[in-house]
């Protein structure tokens, strides 16, 4: 059986002198190990080719980077707002809009959760230190794998189906949040200040899920909660009715 093949986002970085398109490592092998084949794409060829980039694709995973723009929720920038790329910003919310009419299987991390609730209507901290202040350090220093903070999540969830746990620690480093979640969105997962770390939509739509920790840096630990995202993920993909599989 061919792998279902999954749309992810890559970021725009310059290597060596050059501007090229990346991603990381934790993605790939995430995907690869769930049995998906990762398909990268650029936001380098622009919001009007995202419609057909998903064609022929079973699921989207959005990925980490950086901040979003404010003025996409309405806000005016903080000074502690970090880099924004609005070539980014309009490739992914183009993408989401274009899974959402596809009816496509739609997985979130860190920026990718925060993607989400701005595209339908929600708005985020800019900068948690300054605008929600706690004894939770989210953009925690150390190995991108150290479990820093806590995570509770609803029993009963789309997200506790797929993690196949309620509460565990996990890493942590984000200085943006989701601040008003968006209308259709439930919050599922919480750290344990009690910032939405979790959400996800309606079980009678496509499967739609992000969570704001990097799952994807467990790809080396074999077995936990947060690589089971991406089983449950790519099963999602496999069974969705909108999957181009039949
Ligand atoms: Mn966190």
Redesign the pocket.
């Known amino acids: 059986m061919n792998p279902p093949r999954i749309a992810v986002t890559g970021v725009v970085r310059t290597v060596d002198g050059l501007e090229r398109a990346v991603l990381n490592r934790g993605y790939v092998l995430s995907l690869a190990r769930a049995g998906a084949l990762p398909l990268i794409l650029s936001p380098l060829m622009g919001a009007e080719l995202a419609t057909h980039a998903l064609e022929g694709v079973d699921g989207l995973l959005l990925t980490g980077g950086e901040d979003l723009d404010p003025a996409l929720y309405g806000e005016a920038p903080v000074p502690q707002l970090g880099s924004v790329s609005h070539p980014r910003d309009e490739f992914e919310l183009a993408l989401f809009a274009a899974a959402r009419r596809r009816e496509l299987p739609v997985l979130g991390i860190c920026r990718g959760c925060q993607v989400i609730n701005v595209a339908l209507g929600g708005s985020l901290y800019q900068d948690l230190p300054t605008q929600r202040p706690g004894a ?1 350090q ?1 953009d925690a220093p150390g190995p991108r794998d150290h479990r820093s ?1 806590g995570i509770l999540v609803e029993p009963g969830s789309r997200l506790a189906e797929a993690l196949g746990a309620t509460a565990f620690r996990t890493n ?1 480093f ?1 200085h943006q ?1 989701i601040r008003r979640l968006a209308p259709g969105l439930r919050a599922t997962a919480h ?1 344990e200040d009690g ?1 939405i ?1 979790g959400i996800e939509g309606p079980e009678n739509q496509p499967w739609l899920a992000a969570v ?2 990097h799952p994807e840096e467990f790809c080396d630990a074999g077995d936990c909660p947060d690589q089971r995202l991406f089983p449950a993920f790519v099963e999602a993909c496999l069974s969705a009715p909108s999957s181009v599989r039949g």
């Open positions: 939770v989210h903070h942590s984000h949040a750290a910032l770390e704001q920790w």
